[in-house]
């Protein structure tokens, strides 16, 4: 048995820079047509010209042969210039702007410190129909860490849209009841300008994964796996078919040095079966004919951007995850290299997967 999908994109990934862009962006590119790409870099893109440069780094580090087109985003800042912005947008540079509050998540220092700080650069975007991709967390010390996400919605996101009621805005990487609902209520009331993309480790785990037998660095991510009942609402909202749920990995690769540390790392890399993964999802809750719309039609239609033509096969044949990327000997960056003790682990390693992505060219 197999499925032929339009192929799909992901509306939210880390590709990083250097050596490890070398090692992961061929995982991403070989499933996936389009992706957007996350800013948080180190310094972070927060201009026109560091866009470009950056994505002409990920345009040479793509294997022969293969089409992606790597989707760029800025990285706001308390004092990003509106006008900055608006020329990246207008240009097709930019394609959104990354709010990430400052120090919620991975090299995310310099974000916002105060979302009255950019109410100037929010009006801009409302204007010129600029989507607004939120990490979607208080990073008030008081608050217990699995709570942040709910309070982020109340304390600030139902404020900001009664502020700015025409943004388009992508809710990243939900991991709650609370926001599976909010988004939900927003689309079936009528509200189209509201969307979120949800990750396929939100969709396996809950927080026991980071504790069984240990402390698993490997199963910590941001905004970090929650209950159950969360992921149950999760794999609900994911596939219900409806067009305000739609794919994006999170896939955040970082070397073994990081993640193996005092102090982990949080990101999950995912991206090589990250469509496999999806879909035993979907297989599980008898949802297969909703996977092509969550995977390659509801983010295009959010962004205003066409379909993708072209098609891959998910054949449901098994194969068995290995435990770290082999990143094939062609896209060796020079004297750059990750040494293989720092690639990245990847998700699902050891386990077996029940469908494999097979590409059409
Ligand atoms: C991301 C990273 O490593 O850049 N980490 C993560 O756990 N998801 C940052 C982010 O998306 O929060
Ligand atoms: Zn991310």
């Keep these: 048995m197999s499925l032929e999908?339009?192929?799909?994109?992901?509306?939210?990934?880390?590709?990083r820079d250097g050596a490890m862009l070398w090692a992961v962006l061929p995982a991403t590119a070989?499933?996936?047509?389009?992706?957007?790409?996350m800013p948080n870099l180190r310094p972070p893109v927060a201009s026109v010209d560091a866009a470009l440069a950056?994505?002409?780094?990920?345009?040479?580090?793509?294997?022969?042969?293969?089409?992606?087109e790597p989707l760029m985003t800025a990285y706001l800042t308390d004092d990003l210039d509106p006008d900055e912005l608006a020329k990246g947008f207008t240009q097709d540079v930019f394609r959104a702007a990354k709010l990430y509050p400052a120090n919620a998540t991975t090299n995310s220092a310099a974000g916002v410190s105060d979302l009255s700080k950019i109410s100037s650069v929010l009006s801009c975007m409302e204007s010129i129909d600029m989507p607004?991709?939120?990490?979607?967390?208080?990073?008030?010390?008081?608050?217990d860490v699995f709570d942040r996400e709910a309070l982020f919605i109340e304390r600030h996101l139902k404020p900001l849209r009664q502020r700015h009621p025409r943004l388009r805005i992508v809710l990243e990487h939900?991991?709650?009841?609370e926001s599976a609902i909010y988004i939900r209520?927003?689309?079936?009331?009528?509200?189209?300008?509201?969307?979120?993309t949800i990750t396929p480790h939100h969709l396996h785990l809950n927080r026991n994964a980071m504790f069984v037998g240990g402390l698993r660095s490997d199963f910590y991510c941001l905004p970090v796996v929650k209950r159950e009942c969360h992921r149950r609402a999760l794999v609900k909202a994911a596939t219900s078919g409806l067009p305000c749920f739609f794919l994006g990995t999170d896939s955040a690769p970082h070397p073994r040095s990081g993640k193996?540390?005092?102090?982990?790392?949080a990101g999950i890399f995912n991206a090589l079966h990250a469509l496999e993964s999806y879909a035993a999802i979907f297989e599980q809750e008898g949802a297969l004919e909703y996977l092509e719309g969550f995977a390659s039609e509801h983010g295009p239609r959010f962004y205003g951007l066409p379909l993708n033509t072209d098609t891959i096969t998910l054949a449901r044949r098994?194969?068995?995850?290995p435990s770290r990327l082999v990143p094939p000997a062609s896209i060796c960056c020079g004297d750059d290299a990750l040494p293989d003790g720092e690639l990245p682990l990847l998700f699902h390693a050891g386990e077996t997967l029940a469908w494999t992505v097979e590409v059409n060219s």
């Design 318 to 321: 098994d194969q068995r995850v």
């Design 5 to 15: 999908l339009r192929r799909p994109d992901d509306w939210h990934v880390h590709l």
């Design 132 to 143: 607004l991709l939120i990490h979607g967390e208080v990073t008030d010390p008081d608050v």
């Design 260 to 265: 193996e540390s005092a102090c982990g790392c």
């Design 185 to 196: 209520d927003a689309y079936q009331s009528g509200d189209e300008r509201i969307a979120a």
């Design 174 to 177: 939900i991991t709650t009841e």
């Design 30 to 37: 070989r499933t996936f047509a389009r992706a957007i790409v």
């Design 54 to 68: 950056y994505r002409s780094r990920i345009l040479e580090a793509l294997p022969e042969g293969i089409r992606f």
